[in-house]
Structure formats: C-alpha cells, structure tokens
C-alpha cells in the first residue's frame, strides 16, 4: 500500500497564499486536525515555479514539504504541465493548441497546449527533471503526478497544428503502410475520397471531414498515441533524478483519450470522481455510475487505484451545485475504497479566494476555520481510514463478473452515422451494470485487449465494433464454459468500420443470424415476454433468426415482427451464449441478469436479496483476507435479512440472520 496507510488529504495549494505565512502556519494545525495525511503539490505551480524561463525558484515548495513532513504529511509532487505560464504562451504562441476549425487558442483557461510541439515538451522536460532533482529522493515525497487531467481542456482534447497534422499522417503511414491499404480500409471509394497523396489527409473538422467514422475513430486513437508519448516524456524527465512511481490522474467517463492505453507507462491508477448526489432524491444512478468508473479504474491494472480528488462538499460548474447532505460524505468516499482505491484525497485543502473555482467545495472554507460541518465529515473519516487501513491493506476486489468495456467501440459506435443518432453506449454499459450492481455482484470492466481467464460470466452490451483476435477470445471463453451475454448492434464492424459481411463473426457461438435493426419512434410500441412477465422493447430492436440448435426464450409479441426471437441461448462447447435483440429497461435486466448468475454460479458474498439501493463489494487479500462492504445509498435506514453470521470489522460487533444499517451507512464486515 503506497505511503503504507490509505492516503487521506489532497490538492493543497499554498502558492496562492506565500504572502499570508498565518495561514499557513494555520493550515498544518488544521491538517493535524483534519486526520490528513498526504498532500499534492505543485499542480498548477509553474509560474511561481519558473517566473521567469529557466530561472526556478523551488525554496517555497521546499519550505512547504519539510514543514509537511516534520509533521508527518506525505507528498504527491505534481509536475505542472496542466496550466502554462503567460509568459510561456508569449513568447511561444505555437505551444497553443489549435481547434480543430483551425483557429489558435489565447493564453488562459488551462490544458490548452499542444502536445506534440517539441518547444513545450522540452521546457516541460527542463522543468520536471529540476523538480525530479531537488524533490525525488525526500523521505515524504511518494508520487509523481504527471499533469493533470490529461485532455481535459473543457471542450476537445486534441490539438490540430501543423505539427499535429504531420505527426497524425506520419502516424498513419505507419498503420497502413501504403496508400491502397488505408483507402481500403478507409472504403475510400465512397463519395470520391480516394487520397492520392498522404499530404491530403487533414484531422477531422467541422468545415472539413467529419463523415468517415475510419478517419474520426483513427484521429482519436492518434490522439490518445500522441498523449501517452507526451506522457512518456514527462515520466522520462521525473525518472531523471527518481525513481518513484508515477501515476496521472484520469477524467469521469472521459471520452477523450482511450484509458485502456493510456495505462501503459503508469505505474498506479488514479482519478477524480464528482458524481452528482443529491441530483435527485434517488441516489441510486448517481451511486451506479461512480461505482462503474472505481471498477474502470480498478480493472485497467487489476490493483487498488487512488481516488485523487473528490470533493467534501460541494462542486462550483454544475447548473445547480449541491452541497453533501450528512452522511454523503462517509458513504461516497467508503465506496471509493469499497471499489478498490487505497486513498480519499480532495480537491482541495482551502478554498482560494478568488478565480474560477473560489466557490468550490474545499476542506476548509472562507470562514470559520474548522469549526464547520464539511471539516468536522473529513476529520471523521480521516479518523475511520486510519483506523481500517490495516484491514484493507494487501487486498483487492476480484469479482467472477466483467463487462466490455472499450474506448475504441464507444468511439466507434457513436461515431458511425447509424440506426440512431442519439446512441449512448454508457447509457447502456450503465443500464447493464445497474442490475450487477442491485444483485451486489462486483464487475471488472475490461477493453476487448484484455484475458477474459477467470471470469465466469461477461456481458458485452452494444459491443458494435470487434477488434482483431476478440471472436476468437471470446470464442474460447465460451468453449471452455463461460456465460456471454451480448446484445442488439454487435458484431457489426471492425476496426476502421468496415461491416463484417457473410455472418456474425460468433454466428458458431452466438447460434443466430442478425437481419436488420429497425430504430422505430416512440408510437410504434413493441414488447416480449420472458419468465411468465410482458417487458417494452425498446427503440432499437433487431430481426434475428435463431439456429437449430438455439434455444428462443422471448419473442416479439406484436407489430411485424411478431414471433421473431428477442432473447437467445446457445451452448457452445462447455458454455452458454445469449444474445438480447432488442433494448430493454432495467426491469428486464435486473431479471434476466438473475438468472444468468445464478446459472454461472455467481451469487453475492451476504448469500441473500438485498433491499433497493443497498449494494455489496468484497476486497479479498492474497492471503485470502476477505473485507466485506456494505453499503446503504438511501437516506433512510433498511434491514437486510437472510445473511448468516458476520462481524463487523470495525466494531466487533455480531449480526446474526440480519443487519440493519442507518441511512447513508456504509459497513465492513468479515
Ligand atoms: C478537476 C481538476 C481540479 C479541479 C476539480 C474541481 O478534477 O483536476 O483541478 O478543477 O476538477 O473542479
Ligand atoms: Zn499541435
């Protein structure tokens, strides 16, 4: 466990406040209060850093990370790519990214730099080797935070500059090698875009190309090339003078850059997560999606990750910003660990007082010094994660369930001028998931790149694009009696969108032949039955003929369609394929996902139904430690019964047969 406890603390920002010494004088004696101990530092440093180029001035940060440590605070030390200095930008306007209309971002704002531009990597290099020489071998300082939020410039991520469009053509003549392969690839033929020369390939844009889903999902793929080399850079320069490990911190469902790759190169997994509580009264969705993006994080490298920032309170960008309610707290960051982090770190110690985010949540306020609801829900928790660390140390969920989750078929499928244009495949991964969720069963998400070995069912919902060797992976996983749930608009493509054609490339294993998939309005109803109850159709249903061999469970109860199969089971080798033909809500879902874990053998570790909004996660230890969470997301108390004897892990306390818990409670029980 990095730091050997869970990290508890976060962005802490003294910069603004060099002039103020009682401030920070009084930010170590809030800090001891607070039961913090870990600190990021330096993420939006770089021009009290390097006031001017080349000369650095690192005494003040030195000053703040002994004083941290005299003090027993440990250090995450950020390099400050994330925001650039206005006289870099001056005298170097083409370190400015440019959008993809073409135009050349002003200096402001943050993020906004081109990555490929040789003079902002090096002067990025320059200034992470010195802080890698002062800072990388001080006894308090644990991490290199590379950036921060990588891509996340508000609007786009990408850079269209010269430079970029060389390095994107140059990248794609390595992919294709010749002309003939990427206009094949490309079916170039279509509307006369056939390229006769590299040079005439340009990055998508709203007065240019944007209709060749190829070249849409390739530019991303290049782009998300084009950071982690950045990235590689940045990890070289750190490693100059240190040997730390490095880790960045990623983005809430960030379509941006593709993750699955971007984790190459990273040592740990970390990332910032504002789910919207209290959005309304039900917390359930809220709960589900912060949930699914820990279990991303978590599967990228299969080990715990770090929760770099949350807020304690409330955020300031939102149409309506509300504040945690009591309880929201404890409970939101207990799921953090519950999900697999090792830490709970904000953003951020104090409030600034002025600039954009002034009025965002922050430990400690503009007033009122500790004495406030926020402070006393963080000093609470710091106390409990201390407390605990010992417990979760060494483990990590490992569930028997996963889902498919892959940057490039999100890219892909929404991309693609198809059967709808309001096509939404987190809408979908999260509707699947929610039932896993309810049922308290654990999922890892991994890319279509990653071993399926070890899991016992996976479910590929809108899977519409299939990488090269994915069939055959999962074709195996099958054989050798996995559970493969799948879904409408899958199959369908391959990697530069060009449509599979003869049969489904898992006809053998999925035992169906898909038709067509009709994308009806809202007054065209249809519905199918299954396990004795009528559930809707949604708005994408397909036209399936099943295989001889093919079990039909549901079929289309109205319309054209009428009697055509909707849910499907085929055996293949020692397991089972099914495949859904039509959207369905999650009242089917919950369902139908059921039966299929309690067909795979798949049930939750408290062996009983669980009320709604209540959920289970299990963290197991190499030594075979098993650390039970369970969590109540409704603000009101609920029983669960039908469980055995537990203890509570924290207390000592024994339940028997059944457990209360209060509202907004999160227990750990072994
Ligand atoms: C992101 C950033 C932080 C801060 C927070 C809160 O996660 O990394 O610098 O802006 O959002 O808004
Ligand atoms: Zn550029």
């Given at each position: 466990m990095l730091g050997g406890h869970i990290l508890h603390g976060g962005d802490y920002n003294p910069d603004q406040w060099l002039d103020c010494p009682e401030i920070l004088e009084e930010d170590i004696r809030l800090m001891k209060e607070a039961n913090v101990n870990c600190m990021s530092l330096g993420i939006f440093s770089w021009a009290r850093l390097e006031p001017e180029e080349g000369k650095y001035d690192f005494d003040w940060l030195e000053q703040i990370i002994d004083r941290l440590g005299r003090e027993g605070i440990q250090v995450v030390l950020a390099t400050p790519s994330g925001a650039m200095p206005h006289w870099l930008t001056q005298k170097y306007p083409e370190t400015m990214q440019v959008q993809a209309d073409g135009k050349r971002n002003l200096s402001g704002?943050?993020?906004?730099?081109?990555?490929?531009s040789p003079v902002m990597r090096e002067k990025i290099y320059r200034i992470d080797s010195a802080l890698s020489e002062r800072f990388g071998k001080k006894d308090n300082v644990i991490l290199w935070h590379l950036s921060n939020e990588l891509g996340g410039n508000f609007a786009d991520s990408s850079c269209h500059c010269e430079l970029c469009q060389e390095a994107f053509r140059n990248w794609l003549k390595e992919k294709y090698g010749t002309l003939d392969n990427f206009n094949h690839a490309y079916w170039n033929s279509f509307w006369s875009h056939t390229y006769s020369d590299w040079s005439q390939i340009h990055s998508p844009a709203p007065h240019g190309e944007t209709t060749t889903t190829a070249l849409t999902v390739d530019w991303k793929r290049f782009v998300t090339h084009q950071m982690s080399d950045f990235t590689r850079c940045e990890i070289e320069a750190v490693h100059e003078h240190s040997d730390l490990p490095v880790t960045t911190n990623f983005m809430y469902f960030f379509r941006g850059l593709d993750y699955g790759k971007m984790r190459e190169g990273l040592d740990i997994i970390s990332w910032d997560n504002y789910p919207f509580w209290h959005k309304t009264k039900d917390e359930v969705q809220a709960a589900v999606r912060a949930a699914a993006n820990h279990n991303i994080m978590r599967s990228l490298k299969k080990q715990p990750f770090l929760l770099m920032e949350s807020t304690p309170s409330a955020v300031s960008w939102r149409g309506f910003n509300p504040v945690k309610r009591p309880g929201m707290h404890m409970l939101s960051s207990m799921q953090a660990i519950a999900h697999g982090s090792d830490s709970v770190q904000y953003f951020q110690w104090r409030k600034g007082r002025g600039a954009f985010e002034q009025f965002h949540g922050a430990v400690v306020g503009h007033k009122n010094g500790s004495n406030t609801r926020t402070f006393r829900q963080v000093a609470e928790l710091g106390e409990r994660l201390e407390a605990v660390s010992g417990l979760i140390d060494g483990t990590v969920n490992r569930p028997k369930a996963a889902m498919i989750f892959d940057w490039e078929n999100w890219w892909t499928l929404e991309d693609v001028?198809?059967?709808?244009?309001?096509?939404?495949y987190i809408d979908c991964i999260l509707d699947h998931y929610q039932a896993f969720w309810e049922a308290g069963i654990d999922m890892d998400f991994v890319t279509m790149?990653?071993?399926?070995?070890?899991?016992?069912l996976v479910a590929a919902p809108l899977n519409y694009m299939y990488k090269q060797g994915y069939a055959e992976k999962v074709r195996e996983f099958v054989e050798k009696g996995g559970t493969y749930v799948t879904t409408y608009?899958?199959?369908?493509?391959?990697?530069?969108d060009l449509c599979f054609t003869g049969h489904h490339p898992l006809a053998d294993v999925l035992g169906i032949e898909q038709e067509e998939i009709d994308a009806p309005s809202d007054e065209f109803t249809n519905s199918f039955c299954y396990g004795g109850k009528e559930y809707a159709a949604g708005n994408l249903r397909e036209l399936i003929h099943a295989g001889e061999e093919t079990e039909v469970l549901s079929v289309y109860s109205e319309d054209y369609v009428k009697g055509e199969p909707v849910v499907t089971a085929h055996s293949f080798g020692k397991g089972k394929a099914w495949y859904l033909a039509a959207a369905a809500g999650e009242d089917f879902l919950r369902v139908f996902y059921a039966d299929r874990l309690k067909e795979a053998g798949i049930g939750n570790t408290l062996g009983t139904e669980l009320p709604y909004g209540v959920t289970v996660t299990e963290r197991i230890g190499n030594d075979g430690k098993r650390i039970v969470f369970v969590m109540n997301f409704r603000n009101e108390p609920v029983t669960i019964r039908g469980i055995g004897s537990w203890t509570d892990a924290e207390s000592g306390k024994k339940y028997e047969g059944e457990l209360q818990l209060d509202a907004f409670e999160c227990i750990m029980l072994q």
């Open positions: 704002k943050r993020h906004n730099f081109c990555y490929t001028s198809g059967p709808r244009q309001d096509i939404s790149d990653d071993s399926l070995e070890g899991y016992s608009f899958s199959g369908i493509a391959d990697e530069t």
